[in-house]
């Protein structure tokens, strides 16, 4: 069931409207549980039983944790054992066949002929979001940051929370538990925001990310028979459409949580107004980044230490990052790309600060470079093989394409429209506007936006990119 | 308490009155039984049995009219103007304006002194039902809100009031937006039949006087050069357009038609070629999203469907709730102009694209409106070419030897099933329209693999007066032979150039044999 197909919106019309009736707080966290394990049933419901399992895990790891304050050992057992499991889990259904074909490649390589006779197992869908999520839980216990639940109920439901289940945000628990508490009444809750912003995603997806995704597959299919324009047009329309894709993914998911009565994290920020690699790490897929922040760089030692020292944290978060999109070389090299762009940035506002001087680079300087090299990266978790990214990286950087087909030059007055509405957004909070104006005009405005996207919905629904992560 | 049980009791009374009557007025629009008569004036003889006379007003659906002699119900509604003149026996044809018929017996009405008149049926204004249906809630308002707590009715009123005006303006905003953006940016068939619009009379020369509308057959099939020059050698001048646009069929094209009299201001033309084809109903699953569809469901096309699925007694209830159900979502999807602006910025985008080639190539290749596939086939690319082969190809592996594969049309002599009266009704209102433009309607059917019995009850409506049928493979072998083909459906260059030319001749011969009658 995707955001934008119709059964989901009846869907979530019977779970609103359900949810909203019921008057014990209770009644409506079952309810939405219920809700939440058909939604994901609707892919699989085989892979129900992971989301249990991990849930239960985390439960009682959880609880035990709490219960031995005095206990370091015991208490770094049962992290263990949680991480254990949600790794395990991940390891498994994730990235057993990309390590038994990475071994088995090296092995060809060295000359010993192997048979990969390998279990391919199917990827549920949102494993990498809530495993994340119960393994957060369960370190925040551990730390002392966060006082367990003991009503398997709520954590069940921030384990599988439909709204953000399969792509996140990345929810932490400390955020949502708490809410979980509070029986909200219908008139707290300010629709109008949750509206425009489920629609603005809406929009995002079906409406541009869906129209773009067809001449995307088309130049990267075959880029070998496209010249070095195209190659600039695909790299541009592919991270149009990632990012509408994704992040249009998490404003519905807000959104459709704000219905609710729940918060959940803003994802993205603008990040291709970013000035600085480092800044578009702030402003890109915010839930995961400061995931791999709190969790993974900062017990690395973070930014302490020795330069080298602090280089290698930086590399090593960023390639597993890279590696927690997708099992494949080419989204460690998306990941080592990046590390390797923080690093420079981080050299060079170093150099700055010992010289007490201001960056000479213009901000929309600053913004195209960042733009261009995360253009680059993209290419390589795009691709679909390794030839074909070179190929693309080649054309896009060297400007030199080996075909002679050319995509549509309009293409970019395209891209040239979607940045200037993005602009106006970001700097003038054209969402914001919307708040104020008069009750008959916003309803009006509404239908106008439904009509517009009507009639600039994809007649394609195809999955949201980051399902498959 | 018996005071608030008698007001309820009241109010639900009237509730249901008012529903019972909305029951009536729907019933009456889609399966009339109330009727009224009117006696038919000014009696001519016009030589046999033939009688003419006016009614007066005109009607508005004719297709279910009877004839009463002396209030006795006489007479067969569906003959043609040669059988009433040659039977008798109280055959009549009723058109808008006047009626031609015949007595029972064969005397003369003018001297039999019997009384004529006509049945037709009551046709109720469409906001009756509305209005009645209204009617019926608001009692069931009034108990709801009013039943000991009548404090409350204003602001429930007022709410109420709100929540529709805040629903009618969504409307508005979400169904103008739809409309404008649908407007501007057409369909590709839409802008295929626009281009042809504005192109059928060129600046400087003589608009044409014969147009031919219908599907793809009268696409691929008329060349209206070809057709010019045969009238030509027989003497008789005529300037040909070709209007055909694929998928338009009979329920769709009074659409079409009006766009087409309405861009003829000088009133050019004196006769319009319609084809017929069977009349489909159900929209089958593959189609669901075929932009042609969604032209062609205007509220017309659907007020008819949803008419046929309602009285069409011949199919269970739920299998025609589910067709209808089908077909109402590319009338969804036409009303809201669905993904209208995206096929067109796709289009844009990609080099391969194939929607909206027609309007970048601005009619390349045609001639007056005619397209052979063969040539069709020869510019088109990505998914139209692709298309275009794979029906080629299925044709010439189903092809069994010479011949055509597929059903026979049906040997000689079969008793075709009666018209669905609606498929009546569509052909009387062509020929109105088309009448009421002050040219002749001729209508004609194309050799295609299928049969033709729908089409041969169509020719026994009589309201068809000039029908020209070549779509018999025992008169017309040769147009079923596989080298004058494209696919099933279709002929390729030279069998439209051969079927063409059979057009002529039997159109010459229409066109004498009226032009002789005036």
């Given amino acids: 069931m995707i955001f934008t197909e119709l059964r989901f919106l009846v869907f979530f019309a019977i779970v609103l409207g359900v949810h909203w009736s019921l008057r014990r707080n209770r009644a409506r966290k079952v309810w939405l549980l219920a809700c939440s394990y058909v939604f994901y049933g609707a892919w699989d419901w085989r892979f129900l039983s992971l989301i249990l399992a991990s849930t239960v895990v985390d439960y009682f790891a959880g609880v035990r944790i709490a219960s031995h304050p005095d206990e370091p050992d015991r208490r770094r057992h049962l992290l263990f054992m949680s991480l254990f499991c949600n790794l395990g889990l991940l390891g498994v259904f994730k990235y057993f066949n990309f390590f038994v074909d990475s071994g088995v490649a090296v092995l060809n390589t060295m000359g010993i002929q192997a048979d990969p006779s390998i279990l391919r197992i199917i990827l549920p869908v949102g494993i990498s979001f809530y495993t994340f999520q119960t393994m957060s839980y369960t370190i925040d216990v551990y730390r002392g940051r966060l006082t367990p639940t003991h009503d398997f109920l709520d954590l069940a439901l921030f384990v599988g929370f439909f709204p953000q289940l399969v792509a996140g945000p990345i929810v932490r628990a400390r955020d949502f538990l708490p809410q979980l508490v509070i029986l909200r009444k219908r008139s707290d809750i300010l629709f109008r925001p949750y509206v425009l912003l489920f629609l603005s995603g809406f929009f995002k997806k079906a409406c541009v990310s869906d129209n773009i995704s067809g001449i995307v597959d088309t130049y990267f299919s075959n880029p070998q028979s496209y010249d070095a324009l195209s190659a600039w047009i695909g790299v541009m329309l592919y991270s149009v459409q990632i990012y509408c894709d994704f992040s249009g993914y998490s404003d519905m998911a807000i959104a459709t949580a704000g219905f609710l009565g729940y918060t959940l994290c803003d994802n993205f920020a603008f990040p291709y107004f970013s000035g600085s690699i480092q800044e578009f790490w702030r402003r890109w897929h915010i839930s995961l980044s400061t995931w791999l922040r709190d969790y993974l760089y900062i017990p690395l030692g973070g930014g302490r230490g020795a330069t080298l020292f602090r280089y290698r944290n930086l590399m090593l978060t960023m390639l597993l990052g890279g590696l927690w999109h997708g099992a494949a070389w080419r989204f460690v090299i998306w990941g080592g790309l990046h590390g390797f762009a923080l690093v420079v940035h981080r050299e060079w506002r170093a150099a700055l600060e010992r010289g007490a001087r201001r960056s000479p680079i213009p901000a929309l300087l600053g913004m195209a470079m960042t733009y261009y090299w995360v253009g680059l990266t993209w290419i390589f978790f795009r691709s679909s093989d390794w030839k074909s990214a070179f190929v693309v990286a080649k054309a896009y950087v060297f400007l030199d394409g080996p075909g002679t087909n050319r995509l549509n030059p309009e293409a970019l007055f395209l891209v040239a429209i979607l940045a200037l509405a993005h602009w106006v957004a970001y700097r003038r909070g054209a969402i914001a506007i919307w708040y104020r104006l008069p009750r008959p005009i916003f309803v009006t405005g509404i239908g106008v936006v439904v009509g517009v996207i009507c009639t600039l919905i994809a007649s394609d629904v195809r999955p949201f990119i980051y399902f498959q992560f | 308490m018996k005071r608030a049980a008698l007001n309820a009791t009241v109010l639900i009374t009237a509730s249901l009155l008012f529903a019972f009557l909305a029951l009536v007025a729907v019933v009456q629009d889609f399966d009339p039984f109330l009727t009224t008569k009117q006696r038919i004036e000014s009696i001519e003889s016009l030589g046999g049995f033939l009688n003419s006379g006016r009614i007066e007003p005109p009607l508005r659906r004719s297709a279910t009219v009877e004839l009463l002699e002396d209030g006795v119900l006489i007479g067969d509604s569906s003959s043609s103007r040669d059988q009433v003149r040659a039977a008798g026996y109280g055959h009549f044809r009723c058109l808008r304006r006047f009626v031609l018929f015949s007595s029972s017996d064969g005397t003369n009405p003018l001297e039999n002194s019997r009384q004529y008149e006509i049945r037709t049926p009551i046709i109720l204004p469409g906001w009756i039902p509305g209005l009645l249906v209204s009617l019926s809630l608001v009692p069931i308002l009034i108990l709801a809100v009013s039943s000991g707590r009548t404090g409350r009715l204003i ?233 275009l082969r794979e029906r080629h190809a299925r044709f010439l592996e189903g092809r069994e030897g010479e011949q055509v594969a597929g059903p026979n049309p049906g040997p000689p002599g079969r008793t075709p099933p009666p018209a669905y009266e609606l498929f009546a009704e569509v052909l009387q209102d062509l020929s109105s329209m088309v009448r009421d433009h002050g040219a002749v309607p001729v209508f004609l059917s194309h050799p295609i693999n299928q049969s033709r019995e729908d089409l041969a009850a169509a020719d026994s409506t009589g309201v068809i007066e000039h029908f020209i049928a070549i779509d018999n493979r025992t008169d017309y072998p040769h147009l079923f032979r596989a080298e004058l083909r494209f696919d099933q459906g279709h002929l390729n260059q030279d069998g439209a150039i051969e079927y063409t030319k059979i057009l002529a001749d039997r159109l010459s011969l229409i066109i004498a044999t009226e032009e002789s009658d005036q």
């Fill in chain 2, 155 to 387: 602001p429930f009123l007022l709410r109420t009031g709100r929540v529709c005006g805040f629903a009618g303006l969504f409307l508005f905003g979400l169904l103008g937006t739809a409309r404008l953006i649908g407007v501007a940016v057409p369909t590709s068939i839409e802008a295929l039949f626009d281009w042809k619009l504005a192109t059928f009379t060129p600046p400087g020369e003589t608009p044409p006087n014969v147009a031919f509308i219908g599907s793809s057959r009268t696409y691929r099939h008329i060349v209206p050069v070809v057709l010019d020059s045969i009238m030509a050698e027989k003497g008789q001048e005529t300037r040909s357009y070709n209007f055909g646009v694929q998928g338009a069929r009979v329920f769709e094209m009074p659409r079409i038609l009006e766009r087409i009299l309405k861009a003829d201001l000088d009133h050019y033309l004196k006769w319009i070629v319609i084809s017929l084809e069977r009349p489909g109903w159900d929209v089958r699953s593959a189609n669901l999203k075929s932009a042609r569809l969604a032209d062609y469901h205007d509220n017309r096309a659907m007020r008819r469907a949803f008419q046929y699925y309602l009285t069409n007694q011949s199919r269970a209830m739920g299998d025609r709730a589910r067709a209808f159900a089908k077909r109402f979502v590319p009338y969804l999807r036409g009303r809201l102009s669905f993904s209208r602006g995206s096929t067109w910025i796709r289009a844009r985008m990609d080099p391969k694209a194939t929607r909206y080639r027609i309007r970048r190539l601005e009619g390349q290749g045609h001639s007056r409106g005619f397209l052979s596939v063969d040539d069709d086939m020869k510019t088109a690319v990505g998914k139209s070419l692709e298309v």
